[in-house]
């Protein structure tokens, strides 16, 4: 989860926050390695395919873990603010890239994905100088549907319960396609308003 909140002045980025995004960012090879070794639906080896899921969700609970920790005790810091949203884009590219390489999820699904959450976040960067985009409902509705959607297609569940689990995979992996295409266009609109707003009032701000 993007943390946006003001940074205070003595936070170090030697805290528990910043360790579990670092955390997260160690697992990504982990993950690609197992999910890998599963094989499409977790036909080579079930067991790897669950230690995939297993490390997938782990990541992502330090996702919501480091967020929350760094906002309730004061620690954002510069360095969350950038190695954050990299490590979620790292864990859920991979993500995509290794389901579709697998023939589990087509590619040009997983291609405006990627180019959706890496352009957005190389605009925030862009735009930052005008102002901080906070994350808004879309992207966190976006975000839990993203991860839904992979943990269902990530688990090897299609051997044993048939073709229905596949086609619930895909069902909310439609409903986090259009959600990341939607709230991507939504935050386009919000940079440039962002940035005339900030040119009208006689800035950019300086926000480093």
Avoid: C
């Avoid at 901080?132 to 297609?153: C, E, F």
């Avoid at 688990?155 to 396609?177: D, N």
């Avoid at 295409?181 to 300086?206: C, E, F, H, N, S």
């Amino acid at each position: 989860m993007t943390r946006t909140d003001a940074q205070p002045p003595n936070a170090s980025n030697w805290n528990l926050p910043n360790a579990l995004t670092t955390l997260r960012i160690l697992l990504v090879p982990f993950f690609v390695w197992f999910l890998v070794a599963g094989g499409p639906f977790g036909h080579d080896s079930q067991a790897m395919r669950w230690a995939a899921f297993g490390v997938f969700a782990v990541a992502m609970l330090t996702d919501k873990l480091d967020g929350d920790i760094a906002r309730a005790r004061g620690l954002i810091t510069s360095f969350g603010k950038i190695a954050d949203p990299i490590a979620d884009k790292l864990l859920t590219g991979a993500a995509f890239v290794v389901l579709s390489m697998l023939g589990e999820l087509w590619w040009w699904v997983t291609i405006m994905i990627l180019v959706r959450e890496w352009g957005i976040t190389l605009m925030r960067f862009v735009v930052i100088r005008y102002g901080v985009m906070a994350a808004g409902k879309g992207g966190k509705l976006k975000t839990v549907l993203q991860t839904i959607a992979l943990l269902v297609m990530i688990l090897p569940l299609v051997p044993v319960v048939g073709a229905w689990w596949a086609w619930l995979g895909w069902f909310f992996m439609a409903l986090a396609l259009i959600s990341t295409v939607v709230t991507g266009i939504d935050y386009v609109i919000k940079a440039w308003q962002l940035r005339r707003d900030a040119l009208a009032a006689g800035r950019p701000v300086d926000n480093s």
